[in-house]
């Protein structure tokens, strides 16, 4: 059952979701060669803090044993998603992708960017354009009338015309009162399949694209994921609520 939610609560997600973007471009600033992953989550904390929100993320229990332990998921060129922050330092071409997000007066919020640190190669750069991209044609097919399978179509045709592979194995999800609800929205699929979507749905579109192979494998922390190949990929993310005229993106960067 996917969970329809009342203007009021699309209001308050709204509140929530610009908190989210205002912390996460402070958080970006911060992103340059020679800084520590783990000094970024430091920041992200006291950021929320502030704010009076509290971290989405910190204590999750999802798929591992234990509950996760920081407030970002910091995942460096092959890893994808999930990676808690470290010691590790940020070095000239790495790609970064961070992903994050807040609880707001009982709404979660969830989001993410790749970057590139410093100067990068060529096919990194195509690489975040290409993913980034992704994610904006999702938004367009995110209206009343359309399916699930209408986005997830969208963003394995535009990704594989540009050389590159969809992840088939993670997916996009609806959020709300829950960090995870139904549905699930994958990066790949057929027109017209899947149950539509109707004004009130809330949930996070992310394309997860790489270079190489599709296929992922468990970090050794036991949080993450990573591309089995070692490719480099990338991740954007938005949490989106639907209107009469279409999406609204309620973690929209300035």
């Not at 929530?16 to 989550?41: D, M, N, R, Y």
């Not at 994808?80 to 070095?91: A, C, D, T, W």
């Not at 071409?93 to 807040?102: E, N, T």
């Not at 975040?128 to 399978?149: D, Y």
Request: glycine fraction near 10%; hydrophobic fraction near 35%; aromatic fraction near 8%.
């Amino acid at each position: 059952m996917i969970p329809i939610k009342t203007q009021k609560e699309i209001e308050i997600m709204r509140e929530g979701g610009k908190i989210c973007a205002k912390i996460f471009e402070k958080i970006l600033k911060e992103v340059k060669p020679g800084i520590e992953t783990l000094k970024l989550e430091k920041i992200a904390r006291e950021l929320v803090k502030k704010a009076k929100a509290k971290c989405a993320f910190l204590g999750y229990k999802g798929d591992q044993n234990s509950p996760y332990p920081a407030c970002l998921c910091t995942c460096l060129n092959e890893e994808l998603v999930h990676v808690p922050p470290s010691k590790r330092v940020l070095k000239e071409g790495d790609l970064l992708k961070i992903d994050f997000g807040i609880f707001w007066k009982g709404f979660y919020l969830d989001m993410a960017r790749t970057v590139g640190i410093g100067k990068i190669s060529f096919e990194a750069q195509r690489l975040i354009r290409v993913t980034k991209k992704a994610l904006k044609l999702a938004i367009k097919k995110a209206k009343p009338g359309n399916t699930f399978g209408d986005i997830g179509n969208t963003i394995q045709r535009y990704v594989e015309s540009q050389g590159f592979s969809v992840i088939r194995d993670l997916c996009g999800h609806g959020i709300g009162r829950n960090l995870h609800e139904e549905p699930k929205i994958l990066n790949f699929g057929k027109r017209k399949s899947g149950e539509k979507i109707k004004e009130g749905m809330v949930f996070c579109a992310e394309p997860m694209v790489s270079l190489g192979d599709w296929k992922i494998e468990k970090t050794k922390d036991g949080f993450g994921y990573k591309m089995k190949d070692n490719s480099l990929c990338a991740h954007f993310e938005d949490t989106i609520a639907i209107t009469k005229k279409g999406a609204l993106v309620l973690t929209k960067l300035e």
